[in-house]
């Protein structure tokens, strides 16, 4: 089963995700102390962390971007629990982090652990795409070991950025809706959740990273969606 590790300052609400998620079969890991967080990521090697927004010290997005610098815990999902009504600037903060995906608070506990394992299925589907690399117009992309280059430059890119990317070129040339990449890259059920913005802001954060020539092979169709350009 799954390793979680849990940081939040607020004590009851530790204790009742710690007994859930026991109770669900998981391992599970607990600090009220983000800093300590961090060792315990690099000791523990968790398959999921989920981390507070909102805490002394260090915020649950800096908990995700200290993670994301360092080689050895970089692809562990990070899910965020928020206590208010995410601004635009707090999502945007988040995918520039590598957040995975966030949960708000309070939460009706089936459905936050239905968003655990939506993240590491993902993940899990991530890690498991095979050693074959995908070469496009100059992108150099490995599945197995999450990597990029672009003209042979290792470029970094978050999470969500890498699982798009991928997406985008497993299926180039094909049309990929904004409805299937939410879901796709994301897991979110269109349903339920339809926010074109979400893509955009990847599409375009992916652009600058890939640089202006590669950037070129990722096409927006008016009023259909976005294709990898071969």
């Given at each position: 089963?799954?390793?979680?590790?849990?940081?939040?300052?607020?004590?009851?609400?530790?204790?009742?995700?710690?007994?859930?998620?026991?109770?669900?079969?998981?391992?599970?890991?607990?600090?009220?102390?983000?800093?300590?967080?961090?060792?315990?990521?690099?000791?523990?090697?968790?398959?999921?962390?989920?981390?507070?927004?909102?805490?002394?010290?260090?915020?649950?997005?800096?908990?995700?971007?200290?993670?994301?610098?360092?080689?050895?815990?970089?692809?562990?999902?990070?899910?965020?629990?928020?206590?208010?009504?995410?601004?635009?600037?707090?999502?945007?903060?988040?995918?520039?982090?590598?957040?995975?995906?966030?949960?708000?608070?309070?939460?009706?506990?089936?459905?936050?652990?239905?968003?655990?394992?939506?993240?590491?299925?993902?993940?899990?589907?991530?890690?498991?795409?095979?050693?074959?690399?995908?070469?496009?117009?100059?992108?150099?992309?490995?599945?197995?070991?999450?990597?990029?280059?672009?003209?042979?430059?290792?470029?970094?890119?978050?999470?969500?950025?890498?699982?798009?990317?991928?997406?985008?070129?497993?299926?180039?040339?094909?049309?990929?809706?904004?409805?299937?990449?939410?879901?796709?890259?994301?897991?979110?059920?269109?349903?339920?959740?339809?926010?074109?913005?979400?893509?955009?802001?990847?599409?375009?954060?992916?652009?600058?990273?890939?640089?202006?020539?590669a950037a070129k092979r990722i096409v927006n169709v008016l009023g259909h969606g976005y294709k990898f350009e071969t």
């Amino acid at each position: 089963m799954a390793k979680i590790l849990i940081v939040d300052d607020d004590e009851a609400i530790l204790n009742v995700l710690k007994r859930y998620l026991k109770a669900e079969g998981y391992i599970v890991i607990a600090t009220n102390d983000s800093s300590e967080a961090l060792l315990l990521a690099r000791e523990s090697r968790p398959d999921l962390i989920l981390a507070d927004a909102e805490m002394p010290g260090l915020s649950g997005y800096s908990v995700c971007r200290l993670i994301k610098k360092e080689e050895s815990v970089k692809s562990t999902p990070v899910i965020i629990m928020s206590g208010e009504r995410k601004s635009d600037k707090d999502v945007l903060t988040g995918f520039d982090v590598g957040v995975d995906d966030y949960v708000a608070k309070p939460f009706v506990l089936p459905v936050l652990k239905a968003r655990i394992q939506a993240v590491l299925k993902r993940a899990q589907a991530g890690g498991d795409k095979g050693a074959e690399i995908l070469s496009q117009s100059g992108i150099d992309l490995n599945p197995e070991s999450r990597s990029v280059s672009v003209s042979g430059k290792p470029v970094s890119l978050t999470r969500k950025e890498f699982d798009l990317l991928l997406v985008l070129m497993e299926k180039a040339g094909r049309v990929l809706s904004v409805n299937y990449l939410l879901e796709a890259v994301w897991g979110y059920d269109p349903a339920n959740y339809n926010d074109p913005g979400t893509v955009e802001v990847h599409i375009s954060h992916l652009r600058k990273k890939l640089g202006p020539k590669a950037a070129k092979r990722i096409v927006n169709v008016l009023g259909h969606g976005y294709k990898f350009e071969t």
